[in-house]
């Protein structure tokens, strides 16, 4: 009776222990938000980024954001040399995420935006410049994601660029 109860006690806490897990799951993309995790400490840590460190961040998008603010606290975030590689992995991360991020939600850079205007108020805007020009790049190409079809048109010599929302 003892063996049983020790075996289905096994069983259970390895069932358990599993489901936690839920960060080293790769459901729809190629990177677990584990090597996201690890890609940030890796190139904010060392201060320089590999081609694989880079593509982990172009196919991640949004989840990069949570990636930082799980990784670094608020005075690592605040120094100007972490805060200028911090800017470059979210511009990174939506470099191309019409093609490159292949998790949909992860396209919009909800949390991404949450974390530069945190960026902003941890430095007391004395980054305002840069954190401005960062956003500046960021919604264009989030917007050029959502696009069912985009286009120019031409109204006499003028070219207008359109999107059409899916």
């Known amino acids: 009776m003892r063996v049983h109860c020790l075996l289905m006690f096994v069983f259970l806490g390895s069932l358990a222990?599993?489901?936690?897990?839920?960060?080293?799951?790769?459901?729809?993309?190629?990177?677990?938000?584990?090597d996201v995790k690890a890609a940030v400490h890796r190139v904010t840590g060392s201060r320089m980024y590999s081609g694989w460190d880079e593509k982990t961040f172009k196919r991640s998008g949004d989840l990069v954001a949570v990636a930082v603010l799980k990784t670094l606290?608020?005075?690592?975030?605040?120094?100007p040399e972490s805060?200028?590689?911090?800017?470059l992995i979210v511009r990174m991360a939506f470099y191309c995420p019409q093609s490159c991020v292949k998790v949909t939600d992860d396209r919009r850079p909800r949390m991404t935006l949450l974390l530069l205007k945190h960026l902003n108020e941890i430095t007391q805007g004395k980054m305002q410049a840069d954190i401005e020009e960062a956003r500046q790049f960021i919604l264009p190409q989030a917007s050029k994601a959502n696009c069912q079809m985009e286009g120019i048109i031409y109204a006499n010599g003028v070219p207008i660029r359109f999107c059409t929302k899916g």
């Open 17 to 34: 222990a599993a489901a936690q897990d839920w960060q080293g799951c790769k459901p729809e993309g190629d990177y677990s938000f584990n």
């Open 73 to 79: 606290d608020d005075s690592e975030m605040a120094s």
């Open 83 to 87: 805060m200028k590689f911090v800017l």
